[in-house]
């Protein structure tokens, strides 16, 4: 059970979490005293194989274990510690009567960190306490770093990769793309339906390459989305960005059960790029109707959040039939159905679209036929 106080000045935030294992009840009663909130939280637990459940539960930030304890002994406990992945590098204090100097060093060789003799000077028990605290604080700040710096260092060799591969695919298609069409107009008197219907075919699938490949470039960060002025400097009234869109969109997904209803009213004007949020609905639009193979229904609206600033909303019904957890990764890459993706980077790229301009944007999916994005500008 952990203790709680607020007497002294707080150094640590938040506070540390230490594990006391010790048979004493006298030793775990001044300990207690000795460690309070703000900067601590002591649980204690009176003999090994508890202390052991105890620390596993807590995943404290430091254990403060007792050699000389009935059952499993204070070295026992700090081998099973140390074997296990999930506890090994949390520091032990050892805190015993023994102060032989054998008896020191079969401490240390058992992975302690520290070693106290009792009776113990509760000034000296807390400065150890707090220094190795301080410590392992700073081990795990300079591991957070360097991982952080490892991810973002093969994030960018992966971004050079990406946008070296689309680069060079790109050069190839255009080059697929002339020949197509050349062999087309030296061949036209020659092609029959299926035939000029496989060239079609053919080109059809190469653009959708480009795309995928063009795509990529955008998530690499080697090619700027449609517009190159600065969003933040432009105007756009949302209510015609949308009427546009949909003018754009209807003739090319004409099913009789794909709907858009524009709510948003009459002049609201938001400061961006009406070029940046028209990308942005076909994206998520053609993702959508890719992925099921159906007609949908797309809301589009508009309301302030709780920092009065404008959401515009585009809420999207229907059959695709989405897994539970996908909201957790829907702007990862492919995260949609593998069977039904149409690219499988639009949502990415819409993302890397608003955000790389100064609004957010982020994704609900109340259940599997139901997609909502929030712009925030």
Do not use: W
Not at 141 to 146: E, V, Y
Not at 177 to 193: Q, Y
Not at 271 to 280: P, Q, R, V
Request: with cysteine; net charge negative.
């Amino acid at each position: 059970m952990a203790e709680k106080g607020n007497s002294e000045a707080q150094y640590f935030r938040p506070p540390a979490k230490v594990v006391l294992v010790d048979d004493s009840e006298l030793n775990r009663d001044f300990i207690r005293m000795a460690f309070k909130m703000p900067n601590y939280e002591i649980f204690t637990a009176s003999e090994g194989l508890e202390g052991i459940e105890l620390i596993n539960h807590i995943q404290p930030e430091l254990i403060l274990l007792d050699i000389m304890m009935p059952g499993l002994d204070g070295y026992d406990v700090a081998a099973v510690l140390k074997e296990d992945p999930k506890t090994t590098n949390i520091p032990i204090i050892f805190i015993t009567a023994l102060n032989d100097i054998q008896d020191k060093l079969k401490a240390f060789e058992a992975g302690a960190v520290d070693f106290v003799t009792k009776p113990f000077n509760h000034r000296e028990l807390i400065a150890r306490v707090r220094t190795n605290i301080e410590n392992h604080r700073l081990m795990r700040q300079k591991d957070d770093m360097m991982n952080i710096a490892m991810r973002e260092k093969r994030n960018s060799a992966i971004s050079r990769i990406a946008g070296g591969i689309s680069h060079n695919i790109n050069n190839m298609l255009c080059g697929a793309f002339g020949n197509i069409d050349l062999l087309k107009m030296l061949l036209e008197d020659k092609l029959d339906e299926t035939a000029s219907g496989a060239f079609d075919d053919l080109k059809a699938s190469l653009e959708k390459i480009l795309l995928l490949s063009t795509r990529f470039l955008v998530l690499s960060g080697h090619q700027h989305p449609v517009s190159s002025g600065e969003a933040s400097n432009k105007e756009a009234n949302l209510r015609e960005v949308v009427n546009n869109f949909i003018e754009n969109t209807k003739d090319q997904h004409c099913h009789a059960k794909t709907e858009y209803i524009n709510n948003i009213p009459e002049d609201t004007v938001v400061k961006f790029d009406s070029n940046l949020i028209f990308e942005f609905l076909q994206l998520v639009v053609q993702e959508t109707l890719d992925a099921a193979q159906k007609a949908a229904r797309f809301d589009f609206s508009v309301e302030k959040n709780e920092e009065d600033k404008l959401a515009f909303s585009v809420a999207i019904e229907s059959d695709i039939n989405l897994p539970p957890d996908i909201e957790d990764f829907i702007f990862e890459p492919f995260a949609l159905p593998a069977a039904n993706v149409g690219s499988g980077l639009a949502f990415s790229v819409a993302k890397n679209i608003i955000e790389r301009n100064g609004a957010s944007v982020t994704a609900k999916v109340p259940n599997s036929n139901h997609i909502s994005f929030c712009i925030v500008f």
